[in-house]
C-alpha cells in the first residue's frame, strides 16, 4: 500500500474515531438524563461504563496513557515506532475530548511528529 494511501486512510480513520469520542462525551457523560437513569437504576450496564469511565477521567488515565505510548513511539526506531505512534494517537484522541488535554496535547504532537518523520536514508 502506498504511503500517501495509507496516510489518508489512517486520517479518515482518526476523524470516525474522534467523533465516537465525542458520541461518547455527549451522549453518556454530559446528557443530564444518564445522572436520573443511574440514580434509579445503579446496576445498568450503561451506569456502571459512565461511572469506570468517569474515574479514569478523574484519574487521568487517558492523558498518561497518551504520554508515555507517544514518549515509547518517539524513541522506538522505523516501522515499530510508527505503528506505536499510530496507537498513540488512537488513545490521545479520547483523552483530548475526554477531559485529560493537560497530557494529551503533549502526546498528539509528539505522536504527530512521529508520524510524519522522514525515514533515514539506508
Not at 479518515?12 to 458520541?23: E, K, N, Q
Not at 454530559?30 to 445503579?42: L, N, Q, S, T
Not at 445498568?44 to 504520554?67: N, T
Not at 505503528?83 to 498513540?88: F, M
Amino acid at each position: 500500500m502506498p504511503r500517501r494511501l495509507l496516510l489518508i486512510l489512517l486520517l479518515a480513520v482518526f476523524g470516525l474515531w474522534l467523533a465516537a469520542s465525542y458520541g461518547v462525551r455527549f451522549g453518556l457523560m454530559e446528557d443530564g438524563r444518564w445522572v436520573g437513569i443511574c440514580a434509579d437504576e445503579a446496576g445498568r450496564w450503561e451506569c456502571g461504563v459512565r461511572s469506570q469511565l468517569g474515574w479514569a477521567i478523574h484519574f487521568g488515565v487517558f492523558g498518561k496513557l497518551a504520554l508515555g505510548v507517544s514518549l515509547l513511539a518517539f524513541c522506538m526506531p522505523r516501522q515499530a515506532g510508527w505503528w506505536l505512534a499510530v496507537l498513540a494517537m488512537v488513545v490521545t484522541l479520547p483523552a483530548l475530548v475526554l477531559y485529560n488535554a493537560g497530557f494529551a496535547v503533549f502526546a498528539v504532537v509528539l505522536a504527530g511528529l512521529r508520524l510524519v518523520r522522514a525515514p533515514r536514508a539506508s
